[in-house]
């Protein structure tokens, strides 16, 4: 056989030659019956029990490190636990497998082991391998193992390998499990019902944004990928499930950033006989609840700041959090002309064809979003940017609703929900008029939606919070492409 040159090639080869005297190189019949973790917590609590001869562990991993010596050699093998070391002996495993398997094995390939514990000469707990066996092999060499993958496209593209290599990306995502399974305790503690509702839907509604269209061929009809779970919740409620919520996927055909994939997860969920006043103070428990479950404590560092969930959050509104850190004249609030003239020297992006209300919202993104590191409600936005949310009773132009933001970014979004089926037909028929006016992201009509309302809806408060900024915030790191286990990327041909 003619001798490659590539590694990739050599790995091949090798393979092949394998094959060729008779070894399995893919079998399912080892079964693990130990753990790495489960190994090292009897070496701390009870050592004296361990010997090479009793117990025997039987345990399985993917070959890091390999040290061959001749007729002896020590590998470290992992598994989902952790890393531990494994003597491998020629006398005690045998000639044949250690010369016709073992020694022709590669770093990367997983492995089975039964053995006992000694300590070396240098103090480590190590396996002593009493049976050797190809799990199954790799083909492909994995990167070295002090660097790992570097760049992030690959990274993120190899995610496999990603996690194969670095413990700390493996935490990250260990960690947003426990986010989730923290979030749902939480909930499921208040008697809220998870539910699952579509997504793909007639209509694309429950927020502002693009989604994206797809086609049933039986029924021959248009359908979007879901931009929000909002209006098939509030119809459960409608129905009497007084307290409900959905951990799941919305999908935005819009741009890929730090903080944007369009592919995100989201929690929502709604209370009956409540208002967007209860859910700051569920938000306020919730967070601070989550944090200490994941990280032992509701003190959090976010950047080298320090983030304090367990105290009670700056609640502010928005047109005083432009005054007060925006830099905005009182005196303009209701003048366009000077909003857009002071937009536009603070660099502000906004059009003349805006309404005041959306032109307020442009400002605070921009001007008051940034600074507000320290979790901070944010209340009273225009009607004209809520077109889901109950006005406010003293003031109808504001509706009753709050986003929370965080480090600078927006991580959930809530208000006291339109019940009142005459003013949501309105704010449809407006939302119409503004796509009309070019507007692609306003949201369409939902006669169907309207006519749920008109069975009567209790008084009734939502949030939405996205698990993906929320994972961010308490694993530390500052792209969502590194919380999301596949963000979405460009195809490479």
């Not at 514990?117 to 193992?145: C, D, H, N, Q």
């Not at 959090?300 to 009670?312: L, N, R």
């Not at 008051?368 to 225009?382: A, D, M, S, W």
């Not at 994972?471 to 979405?488: G, Q, Y």
Request: overall charge negative; aromatic content about 10%.
């Amino acid at each position: 056989m003619e001798k490659t040159t590539d590694i990739l090639g050599q790995r091949k080869q090798k393979n092949e030659e394998l094959r060729k005297n008779g070894v399995n190189l893919f079998p399912n019949d080892f079964r693990v019956e130990n753990t790495v973790k489960e190994i090292n917590e009897i070496i701390e609590n009870a050592p004296e029990t361990l010997d090479k001869d009793k117990p025997l562990f039987v345990v399985a991993g993917r070959m890091m490190a390999v040290n061959k010596m001749g007729k002896a050699s020590f590998i470290r093998i992992k598994d989902r636990t952790g890393i531990i070391q494994v003597y491998v002996a020629r006398d005690e495993i045998g000639a044949d497998i250690y010369n016709n398997l073992f020694k022709k094995l590669d770093i990367g390939d997983f492995v089975g082991i039964k053995g006992g514990m000694f300590k070396t000469r240098t103090g480590e707990w190590t396996i002593l391998a009493k049976s050797f066996e190809l799990v199954a092999k790799s083909t492909r060499p994995l990167p070295e193992k002090f660097k790992g993958l570097t760049d992030p496209e690959k990274r993120y593209r190899r995610r496999y390998v990603d996690l194969t290599m670095s413990q700390e990306v493996r935490e990250i995502f260990i960690k947003r499990s426990k986010i989730v399974q923290a979030l749902r305790t939480f909930l499921m503690k208040l008697d809220f019902l998870e539910v699952e509702t579509p997504m793909m839907q007639p209509i694309a509604g429950g927020a502002e944004a693009t989604p994206f269209v797809t086609h049933h061929k039986a029924l021959d009809m248009e359908l979007y990928l879901r931009i929000a779970p909002e209006l098939f919740l509030k119809r459960l409620v409608v129905g009497g499930f007084e307290r409900v919520f959905e951990i799941n996927r919305n999908f935005r055909n819009e741009g890929i950033s730090t903080r944007h994939n369009p592919e995100f997860t989201m929690v929502e969920f709604y209370q009956a006989y409540a208002n967007y006043e209860d859910l700051m103070d569920l938000t306020e428990e919730m967070f601070a609840y989550i944090a200490k479950e994941v990280t032992g404590s509701s003190k959090i560092t976010y950047q080298g700041e320090i983030i304090d969930f367990g105290t009670s959050w700056k609640r502010i509104n928005l047109i005083e959090s432009l005054v007060e850190i925006g830099g905005l004249d009182r005196a303009l609030l209701e003048d366009k002309e000077g909003l857009l003239k002071f937009g536009e020297e603070k660099g502000v992006k906004i059009t003349k064809k805006e309404k005041i209300g959306k032109i307020l919202t442009k400002l605070f993104d921009d001007l008051v979003e940034p600074k507000l590191v320290q979790p901070t409600f944010i209340t009273g936005y225009p009607v004209e940017v809520s077109p889901l949310s109950r006005r406010n009773d003293k003031d109808p132009e504001f509706t009753e609703r709050f986003e929370l933001f965080i480090a600078g970014r927006e991580i959930a979004n809530g208000f006291s929900e339109l019940n009142d089926p005459v003013d949501q037909r309105g704010r449809f028929e407006q939302q119409v008029e503004d796509k009309k006016s070019g507007n692609d992201e306003a949201h369409p009509m939902d006669t169907d939606y309207i006519e749920a309302l008109e069975y009567g809806m209790p008084p009734t408060a939502g949030e939405g919070i996205g698990i993906d900024r929320l994972a961010m915030l308490l694993t530390d790191v500052t792209s969502i492409r590194e919380v999301i286990l596949f963000p979405l990327m460009k195809h490479q041909n």
